[in-house]
T-cell receptor
Framework: EAQVTQNPRYLITVTGKKLTVTCSQN?????MSWYRQDPGLGLRQIYY???????DKGDVPEGYKVSRKEKRNFPLILESPSPNQTSLYFC??????????????FGPGTRLTVT | AQKITQTQPGMFVQEKEAVTLDCTYD???????LFWYKQPSSGEMIFLIYQGSYDEQNATEGRYSLNFQKARKSANLVISASQLGDSAMYFC????????????FGQGTILTVHP
């Protein structure tokens, strides 16, 4: 089954404790991206990757890191989480990054709470 | 740069009736794509429909159709014969040639279907 998986699905942590949210896709997609969803703001892009070892900042990259060492995996790293990073996080992937009809497949989401 | 505006925070519809969810957009790209996603209370993002900027016909997918009016920069979603399971948050999103795959989302519209 074609899918994007994220782990963990739910996480409660404390300020400053490093964490990683994993994302994996089995569709051989080149393009992967991380979004955060906050009430009233829709989804905003954090980072994206157009291929292995190619990553770039989205609209809200502060406080986050990513890496793309393998095509299928795109982990999101919070080196020192703060309460304003409490949010619902989505990983997404698509075949390419062009503005064609390439649907972006979303993972199930990770609900993060930082206290 | 792209922008999506969804002016209806909430909409109500009677079961089996049709409903239109509004979406207007702004972009400087000549080529772009418009998407609608559904987010039920369980949180996942479900792709509904896509419209390319050069597509001459309005997109349709089952009970979903996209009313694309390019000159007015609108991309309204029409759901025919509403079902109780259509109750969810709906997001309009856009990507363009200069977006490097980034989807820019609107704030969303909560649709409630009454029996």
């Amino acid at each position: 089954e074609a899918q994007v998986t994220q782990n963990p699905r739910y996480l409660i942590t404390v300020t400053g404790k490093k964490l990683t949210v994993t994302c994996s896709q089995n569709m051989n997609h080149e393009y992967m991206s991380w979004y955060r969803q906050d009430p009233g703001l829709g989804l905003r892009q954090i980072y994206y990757s157009m291929n292995v070892e190619v990553t770039d900042k989205g609209d809200v990259p502060e406080g986050y890191k990513v890496s793309r060492k393998e095509k299928r995996n795109f982990p999101l790293i919070l080196e020192s989480p703060s309460p304003n990073q409490t949010s619902l996080y989505f990983c997404a992937s698509s075949l390419e990054s062009s503005a064609g009809s390439y649907e972006q497949y979303f993972g199930p989401g990770t609900r993060l709470t930082v206290t | 740069a792209q922008k999506i505006t969804q002016t209806q925070p909430g909409m109500f519809v009677q079961e089996k009736e049709a409903v239109t969810l509004d979406c207007t957009y702004d972009t400087s790209d000549q080529s772009y794509g418009l998407f609608w996603y559904k987010q039920p209370s369980s949180g996942e993002m479900i792709f509904l429909i896509y419209q390319g900027s050069y597509d001459e016909q309005n997109a349709t997918e089952g009970r979903y159709s996209l009313n694309f009016q390019k000159a007015r920069k609108s991309a309204n979603l029409v759901i025919s014969a509403s079902q109780l399971g259509d109750s969810a948050m709906y997001f309009c999103a856009i990507t363009g040639w200069t977006s490097y795959g980034k989807l820019t989302f609107g704030q969303g519209t909560i649709l409630t279907v009454h029996p």
